[in-house]
């Protein structure tokens, strides 16, 4: 089945600098990406969805790039702040293929420190 | 308003004891579905719903039990609670089974002694 690899676990930047967290994946049908913010005792909110025909897509102070070739998605965000401290999970897809069950991969998180 | 409720937010039970997690959603989804996140694995699939009917288990343990009265409630009924079933489950759902966003309820924390 899919595996997805999430890194790094754990990433400290101070406020302004960037942040990149990276997952691969090993299915070649995935097709469906999220990313997905987790502040502390909270749930889960989508930040970003990529589709397989797109390969950037922005948000409001970060980047989602798809590399489908190395099966490689990452997140960037450009000019962190204290408040982007939280979990980041991506999550991964096959869509249609796994028989329409809306069934998500998880990678195993990065938790962000922000610091002021 | 959390449009996903899961009940409770915090329990403690005792190793070989039974727990019943609530959930209830309220944004019209045909969907639902559990996910598990405990210390030591990623957030994990658990099943998948659709109208009131599962699609998918990828539970090996028949100790979780899903339990759908009304399409929009999925609850999960633990049997023969383990320490290793301490995680917290997260509720959710969709529009739909096809590709789409699942919104995610605020998790039940499990704590087994």
């Known amino acids: 089945g899919e595996q997805v690899e999430q890194r790094p676990p754990h990433l400290s930047v101070r406020e302004g600098d960037s942040a990149v967290i990276t997952c691969t994946y090993t299915?070649?049908?995935?097709?469906?990406f999220f990313w997905y913010k987790q502040e502390p005792g909270a749930s889960l909110q989508l930040l970003m969805k990529?589709?397989?025909?797109?390969e950037i897509n922005e948000g409001q102070g970060f980047t989602v790039l798809l590399n489908k070739k190395d099966k490689r998605l990452s997140l960037n965000l450009t000019a962190a702040h204290p408040g982007d401290s939280a979990a980041y999970f991506c999550?991964?897809?096959?869509?249609?293929?796994?028989?329409?069950?809306?069934?998500?991969?998880f990678g195993q998180g990065t938790v962000l420190s922000v610091i002021p | 308003d959390p449009k996903i409720i899961q009940k409770p937010k915090y329990l403690v039970a005792v190793t070989g004891s039974e727990k019943i997690l609530i959930c209830e959603q309220y944004?019209?989804?045909?969907?639902m579905y559990w996910y598990r996140q405990s210390a030591k694995k990623p957030l994990e699939f658990m099943f998948s719903?659709?109208?009131?009917?599962?699609?998918d288990n990828q539970t090996a343990s028949s100790r979780f039990q899903p339990q759908s009265s009304k399409k929009n409630h999925l609850d999960l009924q633990i049997t023969a609670l383990k320490p290793d079933d301490s995680a917290t489950y997260f509720c959710?759902?969709?529009?739909?089974?096809?590709?789409?966003?699942?919104?995610f309820g605020e998790g039940s924390k499990l704590t087994v002694l």
């Open positions: 299915d070649p049908n995935s097709y469906y």
């Open positions: 944004l019209g989804h045909n969907a």
């Open positions: 999550a991964v897809s096959a869509g249609f293929a796994t028989g329409g069950n809306n069934k998500l991969t």
């Open positions: 719903y659709s109208y009131q009917k599962l699609m």
């Open positions: 959710a759902s969709s529009p739909g089974t096809g590709i789409g966003q699942l919104y």
């Open positions: 990529v589709f397989s025909s797109t």
